[in-house]
């Protein structure tokens, strides 16, 4: 017993220090961007990873001054808002319904949905546009929420191999007692995967929130921009402010760290659960 804990201590320490390495690699382009946002141009190019000698504020005021920010950061709000909540209810519905009713035809939609999923977005940019064209929903925040709902897909395919395991003897007992299959779905299906559409959640708010290609295809207007392409547009053709950019990039980055941060947990204790349950 204490041998094997002696040849267990150097794992763990051999672990420890590649831990941290990987954590030190990946935090020094978050050290550089914040740090450069309190420099000047001149401070930044001569000292790049050097600390300000002045923490100056002067850029955070000028990337809030016109209030642009603020407009874009209403806009991803609401795209991420609405599009995470109608990926959730489309993709659990579907699962729910591939789970309550096992025939060849839900058995085919779950094939479709499937390869749905592997499709790469860039491939429906354009027959998308022309759809959204036709229907004038273009340039609009409803248009750039529906362009979401493609990622469905992701929910459901989390979704459903997390009902699979859940006992359907609940479900049967519901519908025995006269529950229908909406009821059976809000009322017992749903709590029962609160832990992955938690995972869900947190993975396709990120996603959505960070996207660049659909609202840089999709939106032309400066009031319909998000957050991401706000920060997309500090960078001009022939010169750019580097810490007006930096500091545009800590702004938008900000709520995406805290959210992470929050939700981190929701994303192990759901991925952990659905691989225990039952």
């Not at 740090?35 to 000292?47: D, I, L, R």
Request: hydrophobic share 55%; glycine share 6%.
């Amino acid at each position: 017993m204490t041998e094997s804990r002696a040849n267990s201590l150097p794992r763990r320490i051999l672990r420890t220090i590649v831990v941290l390495g990987l954590a030190i690699i990946c935090a020094i382009p978050l050290y550089y961007v914040i740090v450069s946002s309190f420099k000047t141009n001149t401070e930044m190019t001569q000292h790049p990873f050097a600390l300000p000698q002045h923490w100056d504020l002067t850029k955070y005021q000028e990337a809030i001054a016109d209030g642009s920010i603020w407009l874009a950061f209403g806009n991803s709000i609401v795209v991420t808002f609405f599009a995470v909540i109608l990926q959730v209810a489309v993709g659990s519905l579907a699962a729910y319904a591939m789970i309550l009713k096992k025939n060849w035809l839900t058995v085919g939609m779950g094939a479709v949905l499937t390869i749905a999923f592997c499709i790469p977005v860039q491939s429906t940019l354009l027959p998308l546009y022309q759809m959204e064209g036709a229907i004038g929903v273009v340039n609009t925040l409803p248009g750039l929420i529906a362009l979401y709902l493609v990622d469905s897909a992701f929910c459901y395919y989390l979704v459903v191999g997390y009902m699979r395991k859940l006992p359907m003897e609940l479900l049967e007992a519901a519908r025995v007692d006269g529950a229908g299959p909406f009821r059976i779905y809000w009322q017992i299906v749903l709590p029962l995967i609160r832990p992955i559409l938690a995972t869900v959640v947190v993975f396709q708010t990120l996603a959505v929130w960070n996207d660049f290609l659909r609202p840089s295809v999709f939106t032309t207007d400066q009031s319909k921009r998000t957050v991401v392409l706000q920060v997309y547009n500090a960078v001009d053709t022939f010169s750019t402010d580097w810490p007006l950019f930096m500091a545009i990039t800590c702004i938008a980055l900000a709520p995406v760290v805290v959210f992470f941060l929050f939700c981190q947990r929701y994303i192990v204790s759901g991925l952990v659960a659905g691989a225990v349950k039952g």
